[in-house]
């Protein structure tokens, strides 16, 4: 059916004006379909970043109860470490503490004859792990320039040590 205005024209019929009607909805489901797939596919990578991001984010807190773990280690080897410097130095003690009262019974001449013979800084150990009066006597047995260099050692050697103790 066709009807036509007072100007003479054609008007749509009512069939075209359905068939408009249907193709207009068909274009639109068509763009709503590609606004769809572009949203989608604008979000997709969206997704796949937060996917990365989620994935180094494991990385890094697996990495880090990796290091904490390390860290722990470390701590107990050095706690060991310690432990054992200590063991050590206690042995060194005792060890030198023997070889005081060795030099201590033995006569000032012979012990400063001894320590003549030895380096001077294992002389300077030994005269400071013994009695002040015991090591007076010592040096006082020893040749004058080995006692007075073996003296300044021991001067140089309690400057340290008092510095190291203020500090």
Known sequence: ????????????????????????????????????????YAQQP???????????????????????????RLE????????????LDMKIQEGLLKVAKMYESMPPEEAARKLEKLDEDIAVIILNSLKPK????????????KAASISKKILIKGKVLQEKSSQ
């Open 76 to 87: 107990k080897l050095k706690k060991e470490i310690e432990e054992a410097q200590k063991a």
């Open 46 to 72: 969206a997704a796949q970043q937060r996917s990365s991001v989620s994935l180094e984010e494991e990385r890094l807190i697996i990495l880090k109860a990796d290091i904490k773990k390390e860290i722990e």
């Open 134 to 145: 015991t090591a007076g006597k010592i040096l006082a047995q020893m040749e004058n320039d």
């Open 1 to 40: 059916m066709q009807v036509w205005d007072t100007t003479g024209k054609k008007v749509i019929s009512t069939q075209q004006i359905k068939r408009k009607d249907r193709i207009f909805c068909f274009l639109f489901s068509v763009s709503c379909l590609l606004s769809f797939a572009i949203c989608s």
